[in-house]
C-alpha cells in the first residue's frame, strides 16, 4: 500500500511541474517578445511562422505578447495559420486584433481584471480613476508584462487603441519624455515610451481620452 500510495504521488508531483512549466504565464517572456517586435512586426512567411500585419495593427500586437507569455488560445482569442494547398493564411478572430473586442473578452471571460482608469482630470478612489501621471501605484514593477493598457480617445466607451505595460519607472526612448512607466505598441510603433494619451504623434484627443488598465490573470 506505502508503495502505491508513493507511486501516485510521485505522478501527481511530476503532473504538477509539467503543468506549471508548461501552462504559467511568463511577464518576462512576454515583455521579451514585446521589446523584440515593438519596432520591427513578427511578419509571418511563407511556412506560417509569424503574424499578420494590420495597418491598424496595435491589438495584433498585444495579442502577440500575451500569447508569447504563455496565455493560451481559447475558440474566442485566436490567431490560427490554416493551409490552402501550397498557401498558408493566418485567420485572426476580432477579440485578437480589435482593442474593443478584446478589452470586453478580457472582462468577461475572467481573464484580465481592471485595476485603474485614468482621464486628464481624474477623480479620487475607490473609483480607481486618476489624473495622467507618468507613474501610478497601478502600474507596479509586479504588474509589468502582465497589463493591457486600452485608449479610448472620444470618451464613448468604445476604445480605439491598445498597448502593453513593459517596464516601471524606466527611462522613455522618446526624446524628452524622460522616466516613467512604460509601454510598447503598434501603430504607430513605439517602444519603451510613456503610457499616458500624448505619447501619439498627434495628441490633441488628449483632453478627452481615456485610458483603462487590465491586469492579466494566469
Not at 490567431?79 to 468577461?108: C, F, M
Not at 519624455?177 to 505598441?185: K, M, P, R, T, V
Request: glycine content about 6%; some cysteine; overall charge positive.
Amino acid at each position: 500500500m506505502k508503495k502505491i500510495i508513493y507511486f501516485l504521488l510521485c505522478i501527481l508531483l511530476f503532473t504538477s511541474m509539467f503543468a506549471t512549466s508548461v501552462f504559467a504565464y511568463s511577464p518576462q517572456k512576454a515583455i521579451t517578445y514585446s521589446n523584440t517586435y515593438a519596432i520591427n512586426p513578427n511578419k509571418m512567411n511563407t511556412l506560417g511562422v509569424g503574424y499578420n500585419v494590420y495597418s491598424r495593427d496595435c491589438t495584433n500586437f498585444v495579442s502577440q505578447c500575451l500569447y508569447a507569455g504563455g496565455l493560451s488560445q481559447d475558440s474566442t482569442w485566436k490567431s490560427i495559420p490554416n493551409w490552402h494547398g501550397n498557401t498558408v493564411v493566418r485567420v485572426d478572430s476580432t477579440q485578437w486584433v480589435n482593442a474593443n473586442s478584446l478589452k470586453e473578452y478580457l472582462k468577461t471571460s475572467g481573464r484580465g481584471t481592471k485595476i485603474g482608469s485614468w482621464s486628464l482630470k481624474g477623480s479620487p478612489s475607490p473609483y480607481l480613476t486618476f489624473a495622467y501621471v507618468n507613474d501610478s501605484s497601478n502600474l507596479s514593477s509586479s504588474r509589468t508584462g502582465k497589463v493591457v493598457l486600452f485608449y479610448d480617445w472620444e470618451s464613448d466607451g468604445t476604445m480605439n487603441h491598445s498597448a502593453f505595460f513593459v517596464a516601471n519607472n524606466g527611462k522613455s526612448t522618446l526624446s524628452g519624455e524622460g522616466y516613467g512607466d512604460l509601454i510598447n505598441q503598434h501603430t504607430e510603433n513605439r517602444k519603451q515610451v510613456l503610457w499616458r494619451p500624448d505619447n501619439r504623434q498627434n495628441s490633441t484627443q488628449k483632453a478627452t481620452t481615456r485610458v483603462y488598465a487590465f491586469e492579466i490573470k494566469a
